[in-house]
C-alpha cells in the first residue's frame, strides 16, 4: 500500500508570494492533517480535514487555509508569504481519531 | 491547554544501553499518545501508539508505557544500536483531531 505523498518536495519563494502544497493520504484513509515544522517552535497543528470539512483549526492566521477533495487529498495555501513561513510542511494522514497517523516526507519551503 | 514536555532534550550513549526517554503532558483527558522517530531533514515515523485504555505497547526493541493518572508516557529502548539515532517525539491526540506535540529529544548511539 502506498505512503502518504506530497508534492511539491522542495519550494522556494519570494515574500509576497503565495504557494500551494499537495498531499495525498494513503488509500482508504479519509482524515488529513497538516502540520507546519519549524527549529524554534516545533510541530505546530494548522489544520484537519475529513470527508471534505475542515474539523478543527490550529492558531495560524487567515493566510493559512486548506481544502480537501473528495477523493480524500488535501491541498494547502498561504497567501502573502512571509519570511517566518519558511518550514518543513507535513501531512498526516489517518482513518480515524484514534488510528495511527501516517506522515507524508514533507514539502520543505524556504522563503527568501 | 494542552501541553506536551520531553525530557531531556538530547541524550548520547554507547551502543549497546537500554535508555528510557520520556514524555509528560499536563491533561489526562487524552485519546492517545504516539511516539515518532525523525530523521534529519526527514518526514516522521510512527514507531507505537497507546491507545487511551492501554498501558504499554512493545514493537521489537521498543516499549512505550503510559500512566493517565500521571501524565507520563515512557520510551524504553533495548540493546541500542547507532541507527537508533534520531529524534524522538511525542504526541498528544485528543478529542480535537489535532496531536500536541512535544520538542522532542535528540538521541545520539555512539559506536
Known amino acids: 500500500k502506498a505512503g502518504v505523498t506530497q508534492t511539491p518536495r522542495y519550494l522556494i519563494k519570494t515574500r509576497g508570494q503565495q504557494v500551494t502544497l499537495s498531499c495525498s493520504p494513503i488509500?482508504?484513509?479519509?482524515?488529513v492533517s497538516w502540520y507546519q515544522q519549524t527549529p524554534g517552535q516545533g510541530l505546530q497543528f494548522l489544520f484537519e480535514?475529513?470527508?471534505?470539512?475542515?474539523?478543527n483549526k490550529g492558531n495560524f492566521p487567515g493566510r493559512f487555509s486548506g481544502r480537501q477533495f473528495s477523493n480524500s487529498r488535501s491541498e494547502m495555501n498561504v497567501s502573502t508569504l512571509e519570511l517566518g513561513d519558511s518550514a518543513l510542511y507535513l501531512c498526516?494522514?489517518?482513518?480515524?481519531?484514534?488510528?495511527?497517523?501516517?506522515f507524508g516526507p514533507g514539502t520543505r519551503l524556504l522563503v527568501l | 491547554k494542552q501541553e506536551v514536555t520531553q525530557i531531556p532534550a538530547a541524550l548520547s550513549v554507547p551502543e549497546g544501553e537500554n535508555l528510557v526517554l520520556n514524555c509528560s503532558f499536563t491533561?489526562?483527558?487524552?485519546?492517545?499518545l504516539q511516539w515518532f522517530r525523525q530523521d534529519p531533514g526527514k518526514g516522521l515515523t510512527s514507531l507505537l501508539l497507546?491507545?487511551?485504555s492501554q498501558r504499554e505497547q512493545t514493537s521489537g526493541r521498543l516499549n512505550a508505557s503510559l500512566d493517565k493518572s500521571s501524565g507520563r508516557s515512557t520510551l524504553y529502548i533495548a540493546a541500542s544500536q547507532p541507527g537508533d539515532s534520531a529524534t524522538y517525539l511525542c504526541?498528544?491526540?485528543?478529542?480535537?483531531?489535532?496531536?500536541?506535540w512535544g520538542a522532542g529529544t535528540k538521541l545520539i548511539i555512539k559506536p
Open positions: 498526516a494522514s489517518t482513518r480515524g481519531a484514534v488510528e495511527t497517523q501516517y
Open positions: 488509500s482508504g484513509h479519509r482524515s
Open positions: 480535514y475529513f470527508s471534505e470539512t475542515q474539523r
Open positions: 491533561d489526562s483527558a487524552i485519546y492517545n
Open positions: 497507546i491507545q487511551s
Open positions: 504526541a498528544v491526540g485528543g478529542s480535537n483531531y489535532q496531536l500536541i
